[in-house]
């Protein structure tokens, strides 16, 4: 079964796989929320060590509105600390402006992979192209053995253990809604 598509939701959990690659990020939110982190610490680096530098991104293309606007709404944040940035340091970081230094912190977005990092172009996840399968929050709770804890932490968390039941309410109202439409409308 192969996955080529947008990410529809941000609160799903991403496959065991990706974990090294993508921060020990355990769904979708928190991987592109780390990279976001990712870039502006690059960019902060930059501009403390030669004065300047830009966080450059191009428009998003074919995500879901709700992944659109949480990753515009995270390029409003970067643009409010480079503000705060620039009033507060003797260095200036700019995000998305005519720049013509060659101190730039690249923002791309990418389906999830296992590809190399690189240190100034900086993937943000906003497709799924693979061959694993769909990972659910049940197989979360289940299988803690890939995911990170503290050592008083108990397993699975809180969150994850209400998402997995979201997920079981959801998929049975989908099974009640599919039988009566089968049963009603034949």
């Known amino acids: 079964m192969s996955r080529q598509r947008a990410i529809q939701k941000l609160d799903i959990p991403v496959n065991p796989c990706y974990l090294n690659r993508w921060y020990g990020a355990v769904s979708v939110r928190t991987a ?3 990279a976001f982190d990712k870039a502006w610490h690059r960019a902060e680096d930059l501009a403390c060590r030669y004065g300047e530098s830009l966080i450059w991104t191009e428009p998003w293309q074919d995500v879901s509105p709700e992944m659109n606007q949480y990753l515009n709404l995270k390029i409003q944040c970067l643009d409010i600390l480079a503000s705060r940035h620039s009033m507060r340091y003797e260095s200036s970081i700019t995000v998305n402006a005519p ?3 060659h101190k730039v912190v690249e ?3 990418t389906c999830f992979h296992n590809g190399p990092q690189g240190k100034s172009v900086i993937d943000i996840p906003t497709h799924w192209n693979d061959s694993e399968s769909d990972w659910t929050w049940e197989n979360v709770c289940k299988n803690g053995q890939y995911y990170s804890s503290t050592s ?3 397993w699975p968390r809180p969150e994850y253990k209400m998402r997995a039941m ?3 309410r959801l ?3 989908e099974e009640r ?3 009566y439409t089968s049963y009603y409308f034949k």
């Open 99 to 101: 720049f013509y230094g």
């Open 107 to 109: 923002i791309r977005q």
């Open 177 to 179: 809604r599919q039988r």
């Open 166 to 168: 979201e997920e079981q």
């Open 171 to 173: 998929q049975a109202t």
């Open 152 to 154: 008083t932490e108990i």
């Open 32 to 34: 592109i929320d780390a």
